[in-house]
Nanobody, 119 residues
Framework: QVQLVESGGGLVQAGGSLRLSCAASGRTGNIYRMGWFRQAPGKERESVTAITWGSGSTVYADSVKGRFTISRDNAKNTLFLQMNSLKPEDTAIYYC????????????WGQGTQVTVSS
């Protein structure tokens, strides 16, 4: 089992920045990749970005490219999401996820943290 706990959400004005953190605990040794997802009211959950834990390779949704940066601290088993130039449409609950799989699919989810961007 892996436990994921997000933090760092809050209210920010458009154009501002936030940094989310996701602390992983438990059986973290075999995690292959981690990612951030978000779900806005009335919308489906969408993938924001992901990182391969070992190599550090990353992927981003087009909507956040150039504004968001995913990173990790392997020693502390912590995942980060630096969000800059925030827009009202970035408002959502942000979830951290972890996977043991090389292929698609996610095995563990955090409880989510609210990000609200005011115009």
């Amino acid at each position: 089992q892996v436990q994921l706990v997000e933090s760092g959400g809050g209210l920010v004005q458009a154009g501002g920045s936030l940094r989310l953190s996701c602390a992983a605990s438990g059986r973290t040794g075999n995690i292959y990749r981690m990612g951030w997802f978000r779900q806005a009211p009335g919308k489906e959950r969408e993938s924001v970005t992901a990182i391969t834990w070992g190599s550090g390779s990353t992927v981003y949704a087009d909507s956040v490219k150039g504004r968001f940066t995913i990173s990790r601290d392997n020693a502390k088993n912590t995942l980060f999401l630096q969000m800059n130039s925030l827009k009202p449409e970035d408002t959502a609950i942000y979830y951290c996820a972890a996977s043991y799989r090389v292929t698609s699919g996610w095995d563990y989810w955090g409880q989510g943290t609210q990000v609200t961007v005011s115009s």
